[in-house]
Structures are given as C-alpha cells and as structure tokens.
C-alpha cells in the first residue's frame, strides 16, 4: 500500500495551492480519502473527506468555504484545492485512506508520507 502526497510548498497569504495523492496497492474505490495535517508544535488535525464515489464531503470549520477535495476513482488520485491560504494553514498535510467514515484519525487504515505547506508572505 502506498499513498503519495505531492504539491506543497510555499504560497502567500490569500494565495492558493493544490495538493494531490496517488494511491496504490489497494482497491482505492472501496475507501473514504482524508486529508489531515499537523501544524508545528501541534496535534494532527482533520481537515477533510470525500466519500468512496464522491458523493459526501467533509470539512473541518477551519477550512470550509476555502478547501476544496476530490478525487478521481480511475487515476486512484485525490486532490485538495487550497484557496485563499493563511498563515495558520501552515502544516504538513497527510492524505489518508479508511473504509468507513469518520473524522477521528485512529479509523483510517493507510496513510501516507505527508507533504509541506508554507504559508507566509
């Protein structure tokens, strides 16, 4: 199993970017996608899900209005479009997989490596 998260880097307050993860060795339909994130000095924190064939989403308050999930069931890729970024969104963000829904982390199953998003002027 392997989920390959790519996309960060450094963006400017207001600004946008769009995180993506490939998925592999499992059958990638069958789960609910997360992505989660973990600002520094901080505890991992949910941020958002989309349901096995796109039909449900979930947003942490924090980023709802700005981030957008999706995923894509024949590329076995989900994606997270980041817009109008603040400083506070700085974290490593982690895609994840589980089979059942829930916003509390233990339940997923796979996770992936994480990848870094700077927000600052």
């Known amino acids: 199993v392997q989920l390959q998260a790519s996309g960060g880097g450094l963006a400017q307050p207001g600004g946008s970017l769009r995180l993506s993860c490939a998925a592999s060795?499992?059958?990638?339909?069958?789960?609910?996608m997360y992505w989660v994130r973990q600002a520094p000095g901080k505890e991992r924190e949910f941020v958002a899900a989309?349901?096995?064939?796109?039909?449900?989403?979930y947003y942490a308050d924090s980023v709802k209005g700005r981030f957008t999930i999706s995923r894509n069931n024949a590329k076995n890729t989900v994606d997270l479009q980041m817009d109008s970024l603040k400083p506070e969104d700085t974290a490593v963000y982690y895609c994840?997989?589980?089979?059942?829904?829930?916003?509390?982390?233990?339940?997923?199953?796979?996770w992936g490596q994480g990848t870094l998003v700077t927000v600052s002027s």
């Open positions: 060795g499992f059958i990638f339909s069958n789960y609910w």
């Open positions: 989309i349901s096995r064939i796109s039909g449900a989403f």
């Open positions: 994840a997989a589980g089979r059942v829904p829930s916003t509390s982390q233990h339940m997923y199953d796979y």
